[in-house]
DNA sequence: CACCATGTTCCTTG
DNA sequence: CCAAGGAACATGGT
């Protein structure tokens, strides 16, 4: 999935061209993406509403809309699973393949797709209430982060990934900010000192806002005609500049050597996900 | 054919 | 009861 960065400059697009936008038709090709709640009562509530802005919240995009009869706001709260997209683009354009919902906005269209169909589009904005601080704010803390981890031995690359616990960093950030704060993945997280819990802090930081500063820069595919990724993920896009494969110091990169020392990259798997780590800066 | 994939949730096991 | 591990979800790439 599009981890926090990738959802930040997705919301930073979409924000001016939905704001103000009507939704003049709804239709839902995939029940299940509309979760929780049913398919009738999404449609109904959306049809004829206007988007009033969008924003982040860890990996979820929250839309708020408003119903110009009565002048009430409520959300839309969306997740991109592994391999949703959203597009918006002209209503006549051809509708990508594995479409799940579709916003007509008049002479333009706002595209949910998603090959996997692990995403969720809901009016229930109940699913944000469990998840941690936001990393990029000073909600997200050393002192706070210590305490939650006090006690846990479960390996500190796995208490990452509890979006509980902070919102926002999957599976290829938890490994590149365990590099950068050299800290070794299986470490215990109950064990980890204050020195290497405020390093981390600091390495998730660094790594996200670097990663949203990329996306940032690179000219995306927003409208999802070019058939592939409208977002920056990692490998290597078609016709990418060299520094995008540059981008990451360890995920994916098995058998490379480390950028710091020389060493190749290992892969390890923790809770049936891949860890890449270098074993020689990454010890603690 | 085999294995892997940016995430979350549910079920089983200990 | 809790923590941890694994499978499921569905599709595609290598």
Known sequence: MPELPEVEVLVRHLDPLLRGARVTQVEVRRAKVVRPGSV????????????????????????????PSTRDAFPLVGHLGMTGRIHVQVARAPLPKHTAVQLTLGSRRLVFEDTRYFGRLTLDAGVLAGLGPEPLTD?????????????????IKVRLLDQALVAGVGNIYASEA??????????????LTGAQVARLVEAIRQVLREAIRFGSTVPLD????????????????????????????????????????????RRLVQAARSTFYCARCQRS
Request: aromatic share 12%.
């Open 139 to 155: 909600e997200f803390r050393a002192a706070t982060l210590r305490a939650r981890l006090r006690g846990s031995r479960q390996p």
């Open 178 to 191: 365990l590099f950068r704060a050299g800290i070794a993945p299986r470490t215990a997280a109950g064990r």
């Open 40 to 67: 009738t009562a999404f449609t109904a509530a959306l049809r004829g509403a206007r988007f009033t802005g969008v924003r982040r919240r860890g990996k979820y995009l929250v839309f708020t809309l408003r119903r």
């Open 222 to 265: 927003w409208a999802g005609h070019g058939g592939r990724d409208g977002l920056f993920y990692y490998g290597r896009a078609p016709g990418a500049p060299d520094y995008y494969e540059e981008r990451l110091a360890v995920y994916d990169r098995a058998g490379e050597p480390c950028r710091h020392c020389g060493t190749p990259i």
